[in-house]
């Protein structure tokens, strides 16, 4: 998930930032109205926190011009708490309002909230189909053409947790945190390991049409296409 962080203020974006890339969600920056509108358009985030009091256009001004062709969800951060702002806020499209001081956490939770509701429920389902693959987690099992393969439970998981968000890069540390958990301590360099040996066993079933990509100084992303070459 992609969250847009639009405030004046560096150090908030700063702290903002650092968290949202802890919980694993790719960020871009703006610091006025007017470039929020610009990046809205050209990265088209899952989220926006939007603050409030920011140079050339205000933050209630950018969420009604956004809502005129989006429902991306939007939370507004202002440090002013009156009631009529933030009536004002939830009334031109906000999702949610928080007051400055707050904590990162907090935003952090309600971005999960938020994106809980709108995310389709693939997480919840326990079968994920795609051309000739198939990945179960009721079982743990993993299939080809109706084959099953030998994998291990990490090296489905890894592949489920690709698969189930195709065409989106996970880096090795989003992995990582996301499979083995923030207090792993071992070498990222794992990750490849694992998807090295996962490959080595997929390889040796046709699928011509999804593959685990490597994309170079980033990571790895699940690619589905028409014309993938192994």
């Not at 989006?70 to 009156?82: F, Q, Y």
């Not at 904590?103 to 952090?108: A, D, L």
Request: aromatic residues 8%; hydrophobic residues 40%.
């Amino acid at each position: 998930m992609k969250v847009l962080i639009v405030d004046d203020n560096k150090q908030i974006i700063s702290i903002l930032e650092a968290y949202a890339k802890k919980e694993g969600y790719q960020t871009v920056i703006a610091v006025d109205g007017q470039e929020a509108l610009d990046v809205f358009q050209r990265e088209r985030p899952d989220i926006i926190l939007l603050d409030v009091m920011m140079p050339k256009i205000d933050g209630f001004e950018v969420c009604r011009v956004i809502r005129k062709t989006s429902n991306v969800p939007i939370i507004m951060i202002t440090a002013r708490g009156e009631d009529f702002e933030k009536i004002m806020g939830l009334e031109i499209g906000a999702d949610d309002y928080i007051v400055k001081p707050f904590s990162p956490g907090e935003i952090m939770a309600r971005i999960k909230a938020i994106l809980r509701r709108i995310q389709p429920k693939t997480e919840n389902l326990q079968v994920f189909s795609y051309d000739n693959l198939q990945i179960n987690l009721a079982d743990y099992t993993v299939s080809i053409d109706n084959k099953v393969l030998s994998l291990t439970k990490k090296e489905i998981e890894i592949l489920w947790t690709l698969a189930t968000k195709k065409d989106r890069v996970f880096s090795r540390d989003m992995l990582l945190n996301k499979l083995w958990g923030y207090d792993y301590i071992g070498d990222s360099r794992t990750v490849d390991s694992h998807i090295k040996r996962l490959r080595a066993k997929l390889e040796k079933y046709p699928h011509d049409k999804w593959e685990i990509k490597t994309i170079w100084g980033v990571g790895y992303k699940f690619e589905v296409s028409d014309d993938v070459k192994q």
